[in-house]
């Protein structure tokens, strides 16, 4: 499942209505804490590929077939900016600058790829271990005052 992403700061809203329509035929609940957690990622990847790059960009979501305890959820935001995402430091202040922390605090695993002239970033949710974690809380203040910036 994909969804065209345009350089908006609006789209991130609809990225993340699209992303829980997604949700509602996959076997995974609205109010499951993995269903809350892919949607703040969604947030973090789209709204990154649209502040930092001014580029298009292609959300893709990979969901399980039913309701399996031990289903991965992937979530893929490709652009076209070959820029490589560059850690930076935030103070306690900043507004932004956290996406990418949270993005490693809360996915189970996550990582980048050059793609042609642009860029992948990815990020898997493992269902089984989403219910032993709490939402919003696996991690991230272990990267407390890092932040980065995805270009």
Known sequence: MQLEIRPDPAEVGRARR????????????????LAETLILLVSELVTN????????????????????DAATVRLEVADRS????????????ATG?????????????WGWCSEGAGKRIWCELDRGTQSQNAAYGSGVSAYEGLAYEAV
């Open 18 to 33: 699209w992303a829980r329509s997604r949700l509602a035929g996959s076997g995974i609940g609205a109010d499951e804490p």
């Open 49 to 68: 590929a649209v502040v930092h790059t001014g580029c298009p960009a292609v959300l893709s979501l990979s969901l399980p077939g039913g309701a399996q």
């Open 82 to 93: 070959g820029r490589a995402p560059v850690p930076r430091c935030a103070d306690g202040d």
């Open 97 to 109: 600058g956290r996406g990418l922390a949270l993005v490693d605090g809360l996915a189970d695993r």
